[in-house]
């Protein structure tokens, strides 16, 4: 060790203060608020009473029919609300990476001088607001839009394709909501990537696809798993595409808490709880993950 | 045989990725110019829109919230890049610690947390401790809700880099400062500049946590433009996404004309 | 653009402010050359802010805000609930020199009897609205919406919000509203869930593009939205059912703990004179609660059909304030119909 220490652990802990303090003050103090507000009574239109209670996670998983005098049943109600949304994000996810990585690779293999401009260039988009994309990818996608009257004036089809006010539209939007998120950070890691090793392997006689699995991949295996947690986990809550692409015909979880706030029903306690149940939900799933990481580094 | 970096398929989908980007852009330009006061119906070209967002009644409104919605996220993204990397630095190189589960899951607690609950709670919280909601309460809840955004791309960029370079520059009797700041931080730009752009982008759109804690009289690009929905968007809302693209060009070519001033001057 | 925006700054802050009113209002519901007015007569600074339901305003409040603003503009129902919890101080008529000009029938509301709390911003109706190329049959029935003819089915569009879909719905079917009755209830539940399939979304803030755009042929929407649709080019009709429809007045508010109550009553008085209220009237296309607008309202919407129903119509109801026992009811029916 001639030059001296190069170990970041003894910084760990002060690096750390002050994302735990901006976060703890300003996110984490308002959740807890939020985990305490679960337990409490609601208030009739909004607000709670400070009577603790467990009614609010009693009305996401237990029914006794409209009129709450049949026997006490599984609500599947929410509990199927919670398995579309997951599967609605995840399909987003899987989207957005196969779009995703090859847009990310692209701009890695350009010229240093011009990546930047190719990042501004994922970006820019989103310099307008979300609500008027949406709009406006909806004005495309429309019945009588430009592109059904595009295909249908080469002849493609027929009649309009139905878009608009389906699952496809509300993928579709997703997709277009939360797209950059999976492309910055894979291209931060595969920026990184040396083409010596893709050179390497290809004089091992490996096919393209084969070294893309056995060799891109474990590299740049951090981008990838930033980018779908950083797409995956926004999409879970997402409300305006379902909303305005899909015709707002169900709950989304994100309608659904929505509802609660600001809604006619005014339930902050239950509103809290589908909240805290979905935290705690997405918390597993990354401590678990953030778990295999630590064990896998340590190999 | 084309070289290793070719991969056949990914360039139609990154041109997809592009198109798909840039389509409804296309549609808000173009109505940007319509003569009539309809998104739906075109009424002729015509430049009463801008006229409008500069003249029109709610003109110092819009001119106000685009401001306020610039500086905000110039000043969230860069803080919360700052934090995030020092917290990344910790979390990636800082090796085992007690605690590190914790930190992780606290750094990304914001982006667990649906909106509306953060915006809620906020609101309580700020008004229980007293603060006055206004630009500063905006500033400090887009903040928090950024740092995750730029911690996932600095950190997963971070794990590529190996101890080796700066183990290298300290055995040539770099201080730990001059190993920071000539070694690291050079290999970490393109996960800083991700994470930057991913926050500031981020921190331009909210509109539900910022409806909530911003006060009275406050606006933001977002709040003010939600406005127009209950009457219909109106084409001077279009008008005003094509002036704040054209301005996100005008950064765009300021960045690369430095970017090659920098490079020309080794 | 910076020096640009610095300029707007600096205009958009009157410079000889005499004192402040904090409005909280709807989005788009006042027109800033009004506000500008009422500055300029009286030399008290206005800052608006705004919120996107009725709920949500409530929400903020309830989270803290009160206390906050002056002036808040909710719908009748809302001001029934906000009085009962308090949150709402009271005027005399001699604070209120203008309160003569409200029209008599919107003077003793049951809201708010005797016009202690708030006086009449805008009130107008909601049911539904038809495009005519589309569907040329007999649309006087709410039927249109629940029980769609097959060239409508598919196409209609539906408001987002619970208490106007409930309260249609309960018109349809002849059964009152708040009813605890399980069969009524029950019928209720069951017509809206049969009825579903034949929706194509339910949006309130599209509720006028979906029609204009031909997104949907059919739609629940606000009688001003829809005369702005059929000034769009839509070839809508509005339909005051036969079965009967939702009439709802927006009024605006003192509130509890007002910063500035002299001011907020200056502001609530101004909107009381016919000037001004003619000039909302004309901005939002709804109808104002103040005698003697006449002779100030443009013409297109002194004559639109939409805001002149035919003398014979079935009337319109308010919506009534449920009891907690009964609400529970009805949320569950809204949760089981968007599940």
Same mark, same amino acid.
Not at chain 3, 137 to 142: A, E, K, M
């Given at each position: 060790m001639a030059g001296g220490d190069t170990s970041w652990r003894p910084l760990a802990r002060p690096l750390l203060i002050p994302a735990w303090l901006v976060i703890g003050i300003f996110a984490l103090l308002p959740v807890l608020l939020m985990a305490v507000y679960s337990f409490l009574t609601k208030e009739f239109r909004g607000g709670v009473i400070w009577d603790f209670t467990l009614t609010a996670y009693d009305q996401f998983f237990i029914t006794r029919g409209l009129f709450g005098d049949e026997a006490a049943q599984v609500e599947w109600t929410y509990i199927t609300i919670f398995g579309l949304s997951i599967l609605q994000a995840g399909i987003c996810t899987a989207l957005c990476l196969i779009v995703g990585f090859p847009t990310a690779w692209f701009i890695a293999t350009r010229p240093a001088r011009t990546r930047a401009v190719w990042l501004f260039l994922i970006t820019i988009p989103y310099w307008v607001n979300l609500l008027i994309r949406t709009v406006s990818l909806k004005f495309l996608i429309r019945d009588n839009g430009p592109l059904n009257e595009g295909l249908m004036s080469i002849g493609l089809i027929d009649g309009p394709l139905p878009l608009v006010n389906t699952n496809l539209a509300v993928q579709l939007g997703l997709f277009y909501s939360y797209l950059p998120f999976m492309v910055l950070p894979i291209y931060a890691a595969v920026e990184r990537y040396n083409f010596a090793l893709s050179e390497a392997a290809a004089d091992l006689y490996a096919s393209r696809w084969t070294t893309l699995r056995e060799i891109v991949l474990p590299v740049v295996r951090p981008g990838i798993v930033a980018g779908c947690i950083l797409v995956f986990v926004p999409a879970l809550g997402a409300f305006l595409a379902p909303d305005l692409l899909g015709g707002a015909k169900t709950f989304m979880i994100g309608s659904l808490i929505e509802e609660q706030f600001k809604g006619s029903q005014g339930n902050w306690p239950f509103g809290a709880a589908v909240s805290m149940i979905l935290l705690s939900l997405v918390l597993m799933a990354l401590l678990i993950y953030a778990r295999a990481a630590a064990r896998e580094g340590e190999r | 045989m084309k070289g290793v970096r070719y991969y056949p398929g990914f360039l139609p989908l990154t041109v997809l990725c592009l198109v798909i980007l840039y389509a409804p852009l296309i549609v808000v330009m173009a109505y940007s110019f319509n003569g009539s006061t309809s998104i739906t119906k075109w009424g002729g070209f015509s430049l009463r829109w801008y006229v409008d967002v500069f003249t029109g009644p709610d003109a110092g409104r819009f001119g106000q919230a685009a401001w306020n919605s610039l500086t905000i996220a110039l000043m969230a993204a860069t803080s919360a890049t700052v934090i995030a990397t020092a917290a990344a630095l910790a979390m990636v190189k800082g090796g085992r610690f007690r605690g590190k589960g914790a930190s992780f899951a606290l750094i990304n607690l914001p982006l667990m947390v649906p909106e509306i609950v953060t915006a809620v709670a906020s609101l309580i919280f700020f008004t229980a401790i007293g603060l006055t909601t206004g630009y500063g309460t905006i500033l400090v809840a887009h903040m928090a809700f950024c740092i995750p955004f730029a911690f996932l791309p600095i950190a997963a960029r971070l794990e590529g880099i190996e101890g080796s370079y700066e183990q290298a520059a300290r055995d040539l009797y770099a201080t730990r400062a001059q190993a920071f700041?000539?070694?690291?931080?050079?290999?970490?730009?393109?996960?800083? !500049?991700?994470?930057?752009?991913?926050?500031?982008?981020?921190?331009?759109?909210?509109? @539900?946590?910022?409806?909530?804690?911003?006060?009275?009289?406050?606006?933001?690009?977002? +709040?003010?433009?939600?406005?127009?929905?209950?009457?219909?968007?109106?084409?001077?809302?279009?008008?005003?996404? +094509?002036?704040?693209?054209?301005?996100?060009?005008?950064?765009?070519?300021?960045?690369?004309?430095?970017?090659?001033?920098?490079?020309?001057?080794? | 653009m910076r020096k640009l925006l610095l300029?707007? =700054?600096?205009?958009?802050?009157?410079?000889?402010?005499?004192?402040?009113?904090?409005?909280?209002?709807?989005?788009?519901?006042?027109?800033?050359?009004?506000?500008?007015?009422?500055?300029?007569?009286?030399? @008290?600074?206005?800052? @608006?802010?705004?919120?996107?339901?009725?709920?949500?305003?409530?929400?903020?409040?309830? %989270?803290?805000?009160?206390?906050?603003?002056?002036?808040?503009?909710?719908?009748?129902?809302?001001?029934?609930?906000?009085?009962?919890?308090?949150?709402?101080?009271?005027? +005399?008529?001699?604070?209120?020199?203008?309160?003569?000009?409200?029209?008599?029938?919107?003077?003793?509301?049951?809201?708010?009897?005797?016009?202690?709390?708030?006086?009449?911003?805008?009130?107008?109706?909601?049911?539904?609205?038809?495009?005519?190329?589309?569907?040329?049959?007999?649309?006087?029935?709410?039927? +249109?919406?629940?029980?769609?003819?097959?060239?409508?089915?598919?196409?209609?569009?539906?408001?987002?919000?619970?208490?106007?879909?409930?309260i249609l719905g309960s018109l349809y079917l002849g059964i009152p509203q708040c009813t605890q009755d399980r069969e009524?209830?029950?019928?209720?539940?069951?017509?809206?869930?049969?009825?579903?399939?034949?929706?194509?979304?339910?949006?309130?803030?599209?509720?006028?593009?979906?029609?204009?755009?031909?997104?949907?042929?059919?739609?629940? $929407?606000?009688?001003?939205?829809?005369?702005?649709?059929? !000034?769009?080019?839509?070839?809508?009709?509005?339909?005051?059912?036969?079965?009967?429809?939702?009439?709802?007045?927006?009024?605006?508010?003192?509130?509890?703990?007002?910063?500035?109550?002299?001011?907020?009553?200056?502001?609530?008085?101004?909107?009381?004179?016919?000037?001004?209220?003619?000039?909302?009237?004309?901005?939002?296309?709804?109808?104002?609660?103040?005698?003697?607008?006449?002779?100030?309202?443009?013409? %297109? @919407?002194?004559?639109?059909?939409?805001?002149?129903?035919?003398?014979? $119509?079935?009337?319109?109801?308010?919506?009534?304030? =449920?009891?907690?026992e009964t609400q529970k009811l009805y949320d569950a029916i809204w949760t089981n119909l968007k599940k």
């Open positions: - | 700041r000539l070694i690291l931080l050079p290999l970490l730009a393109p996960g800083l !500049a991700s994470g930057w752009l991913l926050a500031f982008i981020i921190s331009l759109d909210d509109f @539900i946590i910022t409806n909530f804690v911003k006060g009275a009289g406050m606006e933001t690009l977002p +709040t003010a433009i939600f406005g127009s929905v209950k009457q219909g968007i109106k084409p001077n809302i279009m008008a005003i996404s +094509t002036l704040m693209l054209a301005v996100s060009v005008l950064f765009v070519t300021a960045a690369y004309l430095i970017n090659r001033k920098g490079q020309k001057t080794p | 300029g707007t =700054c600096l205009l958009a802050s009157p410079a000889f402010a005499e004192g402040e009113l904090k409005v909280y209002h709807w989005f788009e519901y006042i027109p800033q050359e009004l506000v500008d007015k009422f500055q300029a007569e009286t030399g @008290i600074a206005v800052t @608006i802010d705004t919120y996107d339901s009725n709920e949500s305003m409530l929400a903020a409040l309830k %989270a803290g805000r009160l206390g906050e603003y002056d002036v808040a503009v909710p719908a009748d129902f809302m001001v029934g609930i906000m009085i009962a919890d308090g949150m709402l101080d009271s005027f +005399t008529p001699e604070e209120m020199p203008n309160l003569g000009n409200i029209e008599p029938k919107w003077l003793d509301v049951p809201f708010d009897p005797g016009r202690k709390h708030s006086i009449p911003y805008q009130w107008g109706s909601t049911s539904f609205s038809v495009n005519r190329d589309v569907y040329q049959g007999d649309i006087s029935s709410l039927a +249109t919406i629940f029980d769609p003819p097959p060239e409508l089915s598919g196409k209609i569009n539906v408001l987002d919000s619970q208490n106007e879909v409930l009524q209830l029950k019928a209720l539940n069951d017509m809206l869930l049969a009825a579903k399939p034949h929706w194509a979304s339910f949006g309130s803030d599209i509720a006028k593009d979906v029609l204009v755009s031909g997104d949907a042929a059919a739609g629940m $929407i606000y009688n001003g939205f829809s005369a702005k649709a059929r !000034a769009e080019g839509a070839n809508v009709e509005y339909v005051y059912p036969k079965e009967g429809h939702v009439v709802w007045m927006d009024n605006v508010v003192l509130l509890k703990d007002a910063p500035n109550r002299d001011h907020a009553l200056k502001f609530m008085n101004f909107l009381l004179d016919p000037v001004n209220a003619a000039a909302v009237t004309n901005y939002a296309a709804y109808t104002s609660g103040v005698a003697g607008v006449e002779p100030y309202l443009d013409e %297109a @919407i002194k004559t639109s059909p939409e805001n002149n129903p035919p003398a014979d $119509i079935t009337p319109g109801v308010f919506a009534e304030a =449920c009891d907690e």
